[in-house]
């Protein structure tokens, strides 16, 4: 189980010790003719321990963790239960301690943690505010300590840490201001320390870590340019060390870190070079060591570490193959050993852990069944 850890320890330990660096979901959702969202409004976001909620009215809500002023309420005080924190809001990321959100005028504003200048404001201050960086923004995601953002004009930009080619800038240099990486991009997603990237022909890219096979390039060797995975890819997610997409028959692939059996594929053993794990799946979502995903006919599968609860499924029985967890699920994110589902009846329900509230159930209690969060 999850324990506590300090201010100072959270900001430097995922500078000397790569391989513990923490989570950042970013679900991958399949796309309609014309790149409109399977989904309504409706979408939900995990950090390392707090949850971004946006609701059909484009109000954005947030709980759980708060001491890097992640949440944007204007304090550092944990929440148990989600607070509304802006509106008209059409899309937000969430990293491990900072988070992004798009306004309907497409401006990108910014809060949170940012030794590392992941704010992209050209400063490395934290903020409990969100402030503007820029505008004309169509799509964002966040690694632990870096951001992607993709512009109105396909191109994309990068920020923050990049001590191991995260940014995909050809360095390893930290940047506190977004920097153009490259263009005709339709989707992107970051994990701890690496970045996808889907290109508009369907090509999936990646760059940066790569010590667990996370880029599926067949090495494991870091890259600061990103490489090329594969092709016919219409989404992607990113866990802590392991990568997911899918393709455009609806079947589900998975690459890199594989110790508790987050890809599905029966087995503990990392993969350098992706993997078929499940057919007819239109969305997932990746924890630091579980995957979940959302099968055609809505049902929820989840596979890998559970013992915090996180598959929601009544149990802390960890599983190397997909089980089938409940129906009627639109759409589905992955936090630290915690899970967020949105069902069809518009509720947001959660499991897993919950130390600091970001299961938004008004408890710090964890579960191992979905409870739904208490607005």
């Given at each position: 189980?999850?324990?506590?850890?300090?201010?100072?320890?959270?900001?430097?330990?995922?500078?000397?010790?790569?391989?513990?660096?923490?989570?950042?979901?970013?679900?991958?959702?399949?796309?309609?003719?014309?790149?409109?969202?399977?989904?309504?409004?409706?979408?939900?976001?995990?950090?390392?321990?707090?949850?971004?909620?946006?609701?059909?009215?484009?109000?954005?809500?947030?709980?759980?963790s708060n001491d890097e002023g992640q949440l944007g309420d204007g304090t550092m005080m944990v929440r148990m239960r989600p607070v509304k924190i802006a509106s008209d809001v059409i899309d937000m990321a969430a990293g491990s301690f900072h988070s992004l959100l798009i306004k309907n005028d497409n401006s990108l504003w910014v809060t949170g943690f940012n030794q590392f200048g992941q704010l992209g404001n050209g400063k490395n201050s934290d903020t409990t505010r969100f402030v503007k960086i820029e505008s004309n923004l169509k799509k964002i995601t966040a690694g632990d300590y870096h951001s992607l953002f993709i512009k109105l004009d396909n191109s994309l930009w990068a920020c923050g840490f990049n001590s191991t080619g995260q940014l995909g800038n050809g360095t390893m240099q930290n940047s506190n201001v977004p920097l153009k990486i490259t263009e005709d991009v339709r989707d992107i997603a970051a994990g701890a320390n690496h970045s996808l990237i889907l290109k508009n022909d369907h090509s999936l890219w990646g760059t940066g870590y790569n010590a667990r096979g996370q880029l599926g390039d067949g090495t494991n060797i870091s890259k600061t340019f990103p490489v090329k995975i594969s092709d016919n890819v219409i989404a992607l997610t990113a866990g802590d060390h392991h990568s997911l997409f899918i393709k455009n028959d609806n079947s589900l692939w998975a690459t890199g870190f594989n110790s508790f059996g987050q890809l599905g594929d029966g087995s503990k053993t990392d993969r350098n070079i992706p993997i078929k794990i499940a057919d007819n799946v239109i969305a997932c979502a990746a924890g630091i060591s579980h995957t979940i995903f959302i099968k055609s006919d809505y049902s929820l599968w989840a596979t890998g570490n559970n013992s915090d609860g996180q598959f929601g499924d009544g149990t802390s029985v960890s599983q190397t193959s997909p089980i089938k967890i409940a129906d009627n699920i639109k759409a589905v994110a992955a936090g630290f050993n915690y899970s967020v589902i949105l069902k069809s009846d518009g509720r947001f329900l959660s499991a897993g852990s919950n130390d600091y509230g970001q299961l938004g159930d008004g408890t710090n209690q964890h579960r191992v069944s979905f409870v739904e969060m208490g607005f």
């Amino acid at each position: 189980m999850f324990t506590l850890i300090t201010t100072s320890w959270k900001k430097l330990s995922h500078v000397f010790t790569p391989i513990l660096l923490l989570v950042v979901s970013a679900g991958c959702h399949k796309e309609q003719g014309g790149g409109e969202s399977l989904y309504d409004q409706q979408k939900v976001e995990t950090g390392y321990a707090f949850s971004l909620l946006l609701k059909s009215d484009n109000s954005l809500w947030a709980t759980g963790s708060n001491d890097e002023g992640q949440l944007g309420d204007g304090t550092m005080m944990v929440r148990m239960r989600p607070v509304k924190i802006a509106s008209d809001v059409i899309d937000m990321a969430a990293g491990s301690f900072h988070s992004l959100l798009i306004k309907n005028d497409n401006s990108l504003w910014v809060t949170g943690f940012n030794q590392f200048g992941q704010l992209g404001n050209g400063k490395n201050s934290d903020t409990t505010r969100f402030v503007k960086i820029e505008s004309n923004l169509k799509k964002i995601t966040a690694g632990d300590y870096h951001s992607l953002f993709i512009k109105l004009d396909n191109s994309l930009w990068a920020c923050g840490f990049n001590s191991t080619g995260q940014l995909g800038n050809g360095t390893m240099q930290n940047s506190n201001v977004p920097l153009k990486i490259t263009e005709d991009v339709r989707d992107i997603a970051a994990g701890a320390n690496h970045s996808l990237i889907l290109k508009n022909d369907h090509s999936l890219w990646g760059t940066g870590y790569n010590a667990r096979g996370q880029l599926g390039d067949g090495t494991n060797i870091s890259k600061t340019f990103p490489v090329k995975i594969s092709d016919n890819v219409i989404a992607l997610t990113a866990g802590d060390h392991h990568s997911l997409f899918i393709k455009n028959d609806n079947s589900l692939w998975a690459t890199g870190f594989n110790s508790f059996g987050q890809l599905g594929d029966g087995s503990k053993t990392d993969r350098n070079i992706p993997i078929k794990i499940a057919d007819n799946v239109i969305a997932c979502a990746a924890g630091i060591s579980h995957t979940i995903f959302i099968k055609s006919d809505y049902s929820l599968w989840a596979t890998g570490n559970n013992s915090d609860g996180q598959f929601g499924d009544g149990t802390s029985v960890s599983q190397t193959s997909p089980i089938k967890i409940a129906d009627n699920i639109k759409a589905v994110a992955a936090g630290f050993n915690y899970s967020v589902i949105l069902k069809s009846d518009g509720r947001f329900l959660s499991a897993g852990s919950n130390d600091y509230g970001q299961l938004g159930d008004g408890t710090n209690q964890h579960r191992v069944s979905f409870v739904e969060m208490g607005f």
